[in-house]
């Protein structure tokens, strides 16, 4: 597959390492000599020095021949444009990363009208994301399938845990939840586990079920906690607006401290059920007299990584129940990860996500298509939910019969309303949605097969 990447920003620049490790031939345009340098050096790609919104380099980036085209610079006008002319001049599919609140609303309308096939709101994105982990404050991280009836959560075990030193087929006869341990992080490795695999303090669990089974399990091991009903969150940039409409929807209070006046009066007009400070959300003062002792979650959203860790960290201190950290850079995620205190989420792998996913989809067999590419365990996992279309070779075969590859886990399948936990008698058909977890790179169901 040819692809064009416009912007080589933190986005394009995680873009170019994910198709560039998977083999793609990808090309890079920038305007900026030096960042073009630096990104061929670091991945060996094709770097070319221009606007994406020139004929000329477009065609030095043979956009006749590109299979996807996608524009994130910092503009989104700019990305609009560009993902027009490359359709123009032959693109077979454009994307382009549009983040102003004023079109949240008529994306729809504006994919349709200037031809562009997807069109990406990384902030919008990293609000749901956040949303879903405080609806599960328990849970590390929170991701969602067919439709939010199937749920994968993270969890960590310590030595004091129900689970701690159990094999897998110990726990499933113990508690008799229809719940699948289907991935298991233990320092730097990564196992799909089988039932024997036991499971030491300090592991952390990736769990399959729906959400009351979930919801059950936790009670039953003791690691429940209490619904979130009011949240503070730290900054007042796009992802805090888009965060707190989705939070105000759903019944919980909302406190935004940001320091800008101006824009807490913009956040004051559009949200005016939300409770809006101005004021330095990394001064404990201010923390402390705006409910940090009393609060159930904050959200720290600033665009200042170290700033965003340290708030966190002091939230720690002052045992709010569920923490929630912005942070860029890779090397912080993973040192604030390692605690297994806070829930991480990272703008740009949330975007290069979806792209991945709209690029994988493109690549699916006609029997299957994929429609949810989630990356756990420090990337080195992916969960995947794929929508049986139609009869093949490998539908209504139990599953004890069919030759999977190694590390390949069928984690559920939907069907008609209900989840299943499958078993070797389970059975692939006709209109259900698959979750498979695994270390390879998979583009349709058919690559489960060895």
Known sequence: MNIVVVGGG??????????????????????????????????DVMCICGSGTDVETLEAARIQKTDLFISVTDNDEFNALCAVMAKKLGAER???RVRNREYSRQLDFMRVALGIDLIVNPEYGTA??????????????????AKGRIELIEISVDAENALCDKAIYEIYKRFKIKILICAVQRGGEVYIPNGDFIIRGGD????????????????????????VRTSILIGGGRISFYLAELLLESGIKVKIIEQNIDRCQELAEYLPKADIVCGDGSDRNVLEEEGIDSVDSIVTLTGIDEENMIISM??????????VTKVNRVSFAGLME???EYSIVTPKNITANIIMRYARAMKSAADTEMI????IVNDKVEAMEFVVNKQSDFTSVPLS??????????????RRGKTILPDGASTLEVGDTVVVVTTHHLTSLRDILA
């Open 128 to 145: 749901g994301e956040i949303s879903r982990i405080l609806r599960f404050p328990e849970a590390i991280k929170t991701e969602t399938f």
């Open 10 to 43: 933190k986005v394009g620049a995680k873009l170019v390492e994910d198709f560039n490790n998977e083999g793609y031939d990808v090309v890079l345009i920038d305007i900026k000599s030096a960042v073009c340098e630096k990104i061929q050096d670091e991945f």
């Open 401 to 414: 019969e069919m030759k999977i590859k190694k590390n390949v886990l069928i984690a559920a399948i939907a």
């Open 338 to 340: 390692s605690t297994g």
């Open 314 to 323: 002091y939230a720690g201190t002052r045992n709010v129940d569920k923490i």
């Open 372 to 375: 949810t590419l989630y990356r």
């Open 94 to 96: 454009c994307v382009a």
């Open 204 to 227: 952390k669990l990736h769990i399959t079920a729906s959400h009351h089974d979930i919801a059950l399990f936790m009670r039953e091991i003791g690691i429940i906690k209490k619904k």
